[in-house]
């Protein structure tokens, strides 16, 4: 996924629009890692992080 399409969904999901291209390649980064520490697809590692970012900015504040 490309960085900017992940920005996208950044701010779908609720991401401030102005941090979204810093917050989307932290997270292509980490996927990646991930990925490779997991033994996990890329695209699972990233379905996985953008799971547990979606639960943060939905819980009441």
């Known amino acids: 996924m490309e960085t900017s399409q992940l920005a996208q ?4 999901l609720g991401c401030p629009a ?8 932290q997270l292509d980064k980490r996927a990646r890692q991930l990925a490779a520490e997991k033994g996990r697809s890329y695209e699972e590692a990233l379905k996985h992080l953008l799971t547990l970012m979606k639960q943060g900015w939905a819980a009441p504040k």
């Open 9 to 12: 969904v950044l701010v779908a």
């Open 18 to 25: 102005e941090k979204s291209a810093e917050m989307a390649a």
